[in-house]
Antibody, heavy 120, light 106 residues
């Protein structure tokens, strides 16, 4: 079955760029049946949808991030990535990648998450 | 911006029925999905399209919607159901999560 795994630096300095990768196994980012999604969760708080990308490269972002987020896809590596620019302490969170099946309006597969800390 | 409202906490006794609500403007026109998140774990989708259960979701979990309020019902609640639950709906091409409900089973 499909599995997702997040990876990337666990520590980012204020005002720099957070970069994370989600590796897909047991499935393909070439598939036209899914969106590939990023979600985050600050410690002790709720979930926030960051954005998603389709195999074609088409992306949607949460307007609350004010253009700081960028999601890309590397089909040759079966990965998709998140860059979040100009981070502040408010960006410290557990970051999850997930899969959304087209037409389901739901996120049916989630990664285990990776913790990102922001330091000054 | 669009918001989904969930009660912060719900308590239920084992074996009883728990009802968790999620409300939002025009929710009657949107599909709702529900996610269970146990402590220290990733969320798991338990309901999509308001009332459909993914394979693997126990039958005691059911979803419904009336007007602008969606409800996740857990029948015969078990202690292992103690979790945070989040609803999700779409505002155009942006997914919105509710603030979450902590379900306590005691």
């Amino acid at each position: 079955q499909v599995q997702l795994r997040e990876s990337g630096p666990g520590l980012v300095k204020t005002s720099q760029t957070l970069s994370l990768i989600c590796t897909v196994s047991g499935g393909s980012t070439h598939s036209t049946s899914y969106y590939w999604t990023w979600i985050r969760q600050p410690a002790g708080k709720g979930l926030e949808w960051i954005g998603r990308i389709y195999t074609s490269g088409s992306v949607n972002y949460n307007p609350s991030l004010k253009g700081r987020a960028s999601i890309s896809i590397d089909r040759s590596k079966n990965q998709f990535s998140l860059n979040l620019r100009f981070v502040t302490a408010a960006d410290a969170a557990m970051y999850y990648c997930a899969r959304e099946e087209l037409g389901s309006d739901g996120l049916d597969v989630w990664g285990q998450g990776t913790t990102v800390t922001v330091s000054s | 911006s669009y918001e989904l409202t969930q009660p912060p906490s719900v308590s239920v006794s084992p074996g009883q029925t728990a009802s968790l609500t999620c409300s939002g403007d025009n929710l009657k026109d949107k599909y709702v999905s529900w996610y269970q998140q146990k402590s220290g774990q990733s969320p798991v989708m338990v309901i999509f399209h308001d009332k459909k259960r993914p394979s693997g979701t126990p039958e005691r979990f059911s979803g419904s919607k009336s007007g602008n309020t969606a409800t996740l019902t857990i029948s015969g609640t078990q202690t292992l159901d103690e979790s945070d639950f989040y609803c999700l709906a779409w505002d155009g091409s942006t997914a919105i999560f509710g603030g979450g409900t902590k379900l306590t089973v005691l």
